[in-house]
């Protein structure tokens, strides 16, 4: 079986730095992915762990522990458009499974 | 380039009603997959086709059935609806998952089951 957990609610200023965790017990795991949803829409693929370490898109980066099975989104010069809700993913034998999400919300 | 298209967007069904969700993409991608998401949750997978002709469960695969005739094409069934089948299904495919680019998702079809 697999399981994911990440925080449900997040609260971060216009501006700022805001991290979202993600742990999993899965097993054959190939790679960690993150997706962001904004209400009511479709999710959007934002990254792509498949090694350990740090990936970067821009103000988005993503980093991968096996080891620790935990990865993290990192969310740089946060803007009001960023609020929505962000997904972990484990890729798990040809298919993805997703976490419950977190809901990030920036304030002015 | 449309990406994943899903028809309908909306629909309300009676209890006991069947259905066909469409979902039809235009990228050559290999791998389907079905999702449901319900209020203020994950999305959970119903079924996914890694190929024509190919389909397996995914985790909540009860009240439901797929094809896969086409590499386009991957409607998804359900027969006999009921009030717990009340969710938003998303379609999605991908040239495969465990590669750069991720799933491309369809816009959803919002159900209501009364």
């Known amino acids: 079986g697999q399981s994911l957990e990440q925080p449900s609610e997040v609260t971060a200023v216009e501006g700022a730095i805001v991290q979202i965790n993600c742990t999993y017990q899965?097993?054959?795991?190939?790679?960690l992915s993150w997706y962001q949803q904004h209400d009511g829409g479709a999710p959007t693929f934002l990254s792509y762990?498949?090694?350990?370490g740090l990936e970067e898109t821009g103000r988005f980066s993503s980093f991968l522990s096996r080891s620790d099975s935990y990865g993290y989104l990192l969310l740089q010069e946060l803007q009001m458009k960023d609020s929505a809700s962000y997904f972990c993913?484990?890729?798990?034998?040809?298919?993805?499974?997703f976490g419950q999400g977190t809901e990030l919300s920036v304030k002015p | 380039n449309a990406g994943v298209t899903q028809t309908p967007k909306f629909r309300i069904l009676k209890i006991g009603q069947s259905m066909t969700l469409q979902c039809t993409q235009d990228?050559?991608?290999?791998?389907m997959y079905w999702y449901r998401q319900d209020p203020g949750m994950g999305l959970k997978l119903i079924y996914y086709?890694?190929?024509?002709?190919?389909?397996d469960k995914g985790e909540v695969p009860n009240g439901y059935n797929v094809s896969r005739s086409t590499t386009e094409d991957f409607p998804l069934r359900l027969e006999l609806a009921a009030p717990s089948q009340t969710s938003v299904y998303f379609c999605?495919?991908?040239?495969?998952?465990?590669?750069?680019?991720?799933?491309?998702f369809g816009s959803g079809t919002r159900l209501t089951v009364v």
């Open positions: 993913a484990v890729s798990q034998g040809g298919k993805l499974i």
């Open positions: 086709s890694v190929g024509a002709g190919i389909t």
């Open positions: 999605a495919s991908s040239y495969g998952v465990d590669r750069e680019g991720g799933y491309t």
């Open positions: 762990n498949g090694l350990d």
């Open positions: 990228m050559n991608h290999n791998y």
């Open positions: 899965t097993s054959g795991f190939y790679g």
